[in-house]
């Protein structure tokens, strides 16, 4: 049987989608905790009438205390060999867990990993890890686990849902995360729980689909101190020295911590502005290409800090971003501007960048002033 783990707060207007989607898996044996983490009266209402209406839910209300605490309680409750979670604002395909469990029962794998579905509107994007599909031993997936790299690219995804683990290994893991974590949650599970792993399995599957709903479109750059990424890189840090494989993955976690400061508190780099681009004058003129979590943080950020000035923000889903309120132009909108200093890609895959820069030289455009990452950022 797997245990499936639905963490749900405030998010009732998903749920029909989510867990019916969850219910009506190819996959049978199932049971679904649904943890509802202190939510309104007419969501955790929604939660116990899936309880009714169907005899492999579960439903636990408890107080709010965050993701972590929620997946951990989830788990308390599981009687399943094996665990997955689900996001419930995010939806499955039917025969998502039939595959991995098949996998799984051909290998007799810890871990089952897969790719996901990436949903903006009606584009979806696949998202898989930089590994062949296969089967891997721990010390397989080292070298790159974390960091493939190229900046910014992941060895394996962090994400947790994308997963089936043997509920023994998220004994180890899960249950030992501190709940004060809310930045990089599940990469605090996902590599520990790798090295716990005798076996993994990855999969060419993309049938997990994470949702970018409109009210998640628009993203807000934390206003914390360092001290909240402190927690996970503290926790990942210890978990890599008990295991002996410091030496290899204290390189990565270095990249993923400046990852990580940087999607979430651009500030915390203003010596200059924009001192991972480079360092961008005061008084420069520029185009920002890329609308999702980067651009609309970067848009935000120079907004604020008032010494550049913003000519032209593009992206190819210019039409969905327009929907949401942000004034975002068509990418061939370049070719109408007569004057700018440079344009940023705002994107952290490196090949995604590549493909971006050639893209906009293949159509005229000087390669001096496109921007990305610059070499110095990204190997210190």
């Known amino acids: 049987m797997i245990s499936v783990i639905v963490p749900i707060y405030n998010t009732s207007e998903y749920l029909e989608q989510c867990v019916g989607s969850i219910l009506n898996q190819t996959y049978r044996d199932l049971e679904v905790i649904l943890v509802d983490d202190g939510s309104s ?3 955790g209402k929604a ?44 939806w499955i395909e039917p025969d998502y867990y039939e595959k991995m469990v098949l996998a799984q029962a051909k290998t ?4 089952v990993l897969s790719g996901h579905s990436h949903d903006i509107g009606k584009d979806s994007r696949k998202v898989k890890d930089n590994f062949p599909i296969g089967i891997y031993t721990r010390e397989m997936l080292l070298p790159t686990l974390l960091y493939s790299g190229r900046f910014f690219e992941y060895g394996i995804q962090p994400h947790l849902v994308t997963k089936l683990f043997k509920r023994e290994i998220l004994r180890k893991t899960q249950m030992c995360v501190d709940d004060r974590i809310v930045i990089g949650e599940d990469a605090a599970v996902v590599y520990p729980s790798v090295l716990e792993a005798e ?10 689909h994470y949702v970018q709903h409109s009210d998640s479109m628009t993203k807000k750059e934390r206003e914390d101190k360092e001290d909240i990424y ?22 990565q976690l270095r990249q993923y911590r400046k990852y990580l400061l940087f999607m979430h508190q651009i500030s915390y780099f203003d010596e200059k502005v924009l001192v991972p681009y480079g360092g961008i004058a005061a008084g420069s003129k520029v185009v920002i290409y890329g609308a999702g979590v980067l651009g609309q ?11 550049i000035r913003i000519v032209l923000w593009l992206d190819q889903k210019y039409e969905i971003y327009r929907e949401k309120g942000l004034a975002v132009d068509a990418p061939n909108e370049i070719l109408k501007v007569p004057e700018y200093d440079f344009i940023l890609i705002a994107n952290t895959v490196q090949s995604t960048a590549e493909t971006i820069r050639r893209y906009l030289v293949d159509n005229g455009i000087d390669d001096r002033k496109i921007l990305w990452f610059s070499e110095e950022f990204r190997k210190a």
């Open 297 to 307: 943080k970067i848009h935000r950020y120079l907004m604020r800090k008032k010494e």
């Open 47 to 90: 939660c116990d009438e899936y309880a009714v209406t169907d005899y492999r839910v579960k439903v636990i209300h408890k107080e709010n205390g965050g993701l972590v605490s929620a997946r951990k309680t989830g788990l308390e409750a599981a009687t399943g060999e094996l665990v997955g979670y689900v996001d419930s604002d995010d």
């Open 230 to 251: 402190g927690l996970l890189f503290a926790h990942l840090g210890k978990v890599f020295k008990e295991k002996n494989v410091w030496e290899v993955m204290e390189p």
């Open 199 to 208: 076996k993994i399995v990855i999969l060419d599957v993309c049938a997990y």
């Open 41 to 43: 009266y007419l969501c």
């Open 108 to 111: 007799g794998a810890d871990m």
